[in-house]
Nanobody
Framework: QVQLVESGGGLVQAGGSLRLSCAAS??????LGWFRQAPGKDRDFVAA????????FYGDSVKGRFTISGDIGKNTVYLQMNSLKPEDTAAYYC?????????????????WGQGTQVTVSS
């Protein structure tokens, strides 16, 4: 059974930090990524990591503030979010890709988690 289980969301004040986790099971993948979606908006790319080699990619709005990392032994990807802003408020989704299609495109991923809510208060 394919599962991507996110955790770590919550409410934080602006300037604070959160760490999201996503545990993958029941699938093989080449890349894991994070996307986010605010109410009434499109799902936007946040970050991604190639599982072999560890190459990372970031959306422009989070560069320098967020860090994606992976634990191969646990099949888990993390998103460390620092200096959070109210505009980071969204549901955050973990995604897994079997191949190496566009890392910033939602269509480049084959499996999705249920999402975890991040709310940043001003």
């Amino acid at each position: 059974q394919v599962q991507l289980v996110e955790s770590g969301g919550g409410l934080v004040q602006a300037g604070g930090s959160l760490r999201l986790s996503c545990a993958a099971s029941g699938l093989t993948f080449s890349r894991l990524g994070w996307f986010r979606q605010a109410p009434g908006k499109d799902r936007d790319f946040v970050a991604a990591i190639n599982w072999s080699g560890g190459t990372t990619f970031y959306g422009d709005s989070v560069k320098g503030r967020f860090t994606i990392s992976g634990d191969i032994g646990k099949n888990t990807v993390y998103l460390q979010m620092n200096s959070l802003k109210p505009e980071d408020t969204a549901a955050y989704y973990c995604a897994a890709a079997r191949g190496y299609r566009g890392y910033a495109l939602a269509g480049g991923y084959d499996y999705w988690g249920q999402g975890t809510q991040v709310t940043v208060s001003s």
